[in-house]
């Protein structure tokens, strides 16, 4: 289900193609070529320097300047 207002964060992780999401109790798995190529590319220290903003309804990486909407990246499934 996917909720407008916010989502519960649990982990983000990652293998060298893909990032893998669990969030609200669900896990979803996104290829990295198709939601971002500045993550695709980024080292494993700027991936793991995240952090979740607005009370839930993205995910940041300051260190290379990349934004990602939660419920977009669910609705791309």
Partial sequence: MIKSDY??????SFTDSNM????DN???NFKLKE????LLH????EREAYKV???GYGI????IDEDLAIDGLIKSI
């Fill in 26 to 28: 669900e896990e979803f």
């Fill in 7 to 12: 989502h519960i964060v649990k982990s983000i």
């Fill in 53 to 55: 903003i607005c009370s």
């Fill in 35 to 38: 939601i971002s190529r500045k």
């Fill in 42 to 45: 980024a080292t494993t220290k």
């Fill in 60 to 63: 940041s990486w300051p260190l």
């Fill in 20 to 23: 893998i999401l669990k969030v």
